[in-house]
């Protein structure tokens, strides 16, 4: 005969699934359904996300907008979205997003800022650019550049990549911890993780 305190869990059991479950409710909204992978490196641990190279076409003092569509006649309409989070995945409300990557055809444009624009996330750290696919630039997979800051923080400088990108392998200084997750609709999601 099988006693039922066989198929209970014990006290101890309990509590270290009641942690396992704390420490993962902060990400209960981050991955929506139909996401392929998660959608940030964890918060908690006390890093932030990973820093990278601006690259050679940063410009400064670009236009407060989250939709870049207008900038180019053609392209793929996709869509960025998710959280800026500090190390203890609180929320960081007002941060500021610099984006830019290169148009459709793989070009940056130096001369003006289009497929390039600031905005700032909202009370709940969330954010959302709408953009066209960036183009292949010649010798780097696809990417997306962008520098995060809490409000008074230091800037996060780094970049967004594809997933099954061909080009993923070749390039130098790609990380497969950037990623965006990309949802069934087509969208991608990536939370970023920053000191404040």
């Given at each position: 005969?099988v006693?039922i ?7 101890r ?6 942690a ?8 209960a ?53 998710g ?22 055809t ?9 497929m ?81």
């Amino acid at each position: 005969m099988v006693d039922i305190r066989d198929r209970q869990p014990s006290r101890r059991r309990l509590l270290h699934l009641s942690a396992g479950a704390a420490v993962l409710l902060p990400f209960a909204g981050l991955v929506r359904p139909g996401m392929t992978r998660a959608a940030t490196p964890a918060c908690g641990a006390g890093d932030p996300t990973p820093r990278q190279t601006a690259g050679p076409y940063f410009s400064p003092g670009s236009p407060q907008k989250a939709d870049f569509t207008a900038d180019a006649s053609d392209g793929e309409v996709m869509q960025v979205s998710g959280r800026v989070l500090d190390t203890d995945c609180r929320p960081v409300a007002g941060a500021l997003l610099d984006i830019w990557h290169a148009d459709p055809t793989g070009a940056y444009d130096n001369r003006s800022f289009r497929m390039r624009g600031h905005h700032f996330a909202d009370d709940a750290g969330r954010y959302r650019l709408t953009t066209l696919r960036p183009g292949l630039y010649p010798g780097r997979t696809r990417h997306i550049h962008i520098r995060v800051q809490a409000p008074g923080g230091p800037v996060l400088t780094t970049q967004l990549y594809f997933a099954d990108e061909p080009g993923n392998d070749r390039d130098r200084i790609f990380r497969p911890e950037l990623v965006m997750a990309q949802a069934a609709d087509g969208g991608y999601g990536f939370d970023f993780v920053v000191a404040k």
